[in-house]
T-cell receptor
Framework: DQQVKQNSPSLSVQEGRISILNCDYT??????FLWYKKYPAEGPTFLIS?????DKNEDGRFTVFLNKSAKHLSLHIVPSQPGDSAVYFC?????????????FGKGTKLSVIP | EPEVTQTPSHQVTQMGQEVILRCVPI?????FYWYRQILGQKVEFLVS????????KSEIFDDQFSVERPDGSNFTLKIRSTKLEDSAMYFC?????????????FGSGTQLSVL
């Protein structure tokens, strides 16, 4: 059961360039999407989110794009910095009444090379 | 910045033993969660808790699991009789509000090893 898929387990990017992390989902009931960043020995840290009524949300160097018809979202980091090296999780939440659980992808490990 | 605190950071137990994982959510938060991540797998939802009762739980959260908010600050996850497959990193999370734009804050986790 992989309702949220992150097909790239890892990604390496040069410092200063753009990092693009991708996420696909299968459940059309998902209406809210989040990206979390996780460093080793720490819990996931909220990064940015997007509601299904939008197709883009931007916060500083981070932008999330949502393509509902393709059931695809992506996280862009520009410019990438070595401190961005972490595991990035895509997560989604359904619109069903009383359902607030997050469904996570398996994560993509981003390495930003100085 | 306020944070969610989890103790212990590591817990080793024998199969069949009871364990209690402890969490102190952010003080003004009202909604509490437990998630877990088995090594190499994705983070999975276990249970959500609000107003002193479970509001949602997953299939993983069977009769061996229970949650409690024994006082105004702690939020605990109890596993009554641990199994080998319960070995995982357990994350507590809290949020200030539900609905649109809910933002979960996670603790650093408790690594549970069942031998």
């Amino acid at each position: 059961d992989q309702q949220v898929k992150q097909n790239s387990p890892s990604l390496s990017v040069q410092e200063g360039r753009i990092s693009i992390l991708n996420c696909d989902y299968t459940n059309s009931m998902f209406d809210y999407f989040l990206w979390y960043k996780k460093y080793p020995a720490e819990g996931p840290t909220f990064l940015i989110s997007i509601s299904s009524i939008k197709d883009k949300n931007e916060d500083g160097r981070f932008t999330v794009f949502l393509n509902k018809s393709a059931k695809h979202l992506s996280l862009h980091i520009v410019p990438s910095q070595p401190g961005d090296s972490a595991v990035y999780f895509c997560a989604a939440r359904g619109s069903g009444a009383g359902s607030y659980q997050l469904t996570f992808g398996k994560g993509t490990k981003l390495s930003v090379i100085p | 910045e306020p944070e969610v605190t989890q103790t212990p950071s590591h817990q080793v137990t024998q199969m069949g033993q009871e364990v209690i994982l402890r969490c102190v959510p952010i003080s003004n938060h009202l909604y509490f969660y437990w998630y877990r991540q088995i090594l190499g797998q994705k983070v999975e939802f276990l249970v959500s808790f609000y107003n002193n009762e479970i509001s949602e739980k997953s299939e993983i959260f069977d009769d061996q699991f229970s949650v409690e908010r024994p006082d105004g600050s702690n939020f605990t996850l109890k596993i009554r009789s641990t199994k080998l497959e319960d070995s995982a990193m357990y994350f507590c999370a809290s949020s200030a509000r539900r609905g649109a734009n809910e933002k979960l804050f996670f603790g650093s986790g408790t690594q549970l090893s069942v031998l």
